[in-house]
């Protein structure tokens, strides 16, 4: 059974720092492309940030560019987001997703709020 669970959400101030994850269970995590995206009531789902199998090689929409690192842990079949420098704008829910081919899974969301 496919799973992609993410942790580490919640409420942070203007400023500070937030690591999400996501555990990945199910499926041969070392071969899949994975992401990070977020999305607020009322507006589609974004990318903010992929990361590509077996190079490694990230991206990162021009909004958190220089504030948020993604990054993977194949061993640990895991992927994280490091958020920095958080913004009011950044509070979303935060969904990981598994991409190989026509294969596309979901995790169920974690939410991220930045709020003084």
């Known amino acids: 059974q496919v799973q992609l669970v993410e942790s580490g959400g919640g409420l942070v101030q203007p400023g500070g720092s937030l690591r999400v994850s996501c555990a990945a269970s199910?499926?041969?995590?070392?071969?899949?492309?994975m992401g990070w995206y977020r999305q607020t009531p009322g507006k589609e789902r974004e990318l903010v940030a992929s990361?590509?199998?077996?190079?490694?090689?990230?991206s990162y929409a021009d909004s958190v560019k220089g504030r948020f690192t993604i990054s993977r842990d194949n061993d640990k079949s895991t992927m994280y987001l490091q958020m920095n420098s958080l913004k009011p704008e950044d509070t979303a829910v935060y969904y990981c997703?598994?991409?190989?081919?026509?294969?596309?899974?979901w995790g169920q969301g974690t939410q991220v709020t930045v709020s003084s």
């Open positions: 997703s598994a991409a190989l081919g026509i294969k596309v899974y």
């Open positions: 199910g499926f041969i995590f070392r071969l899949y492309h």
């Open positions: 990361i590509s199998s077996p190079s490694g090689t990230t």
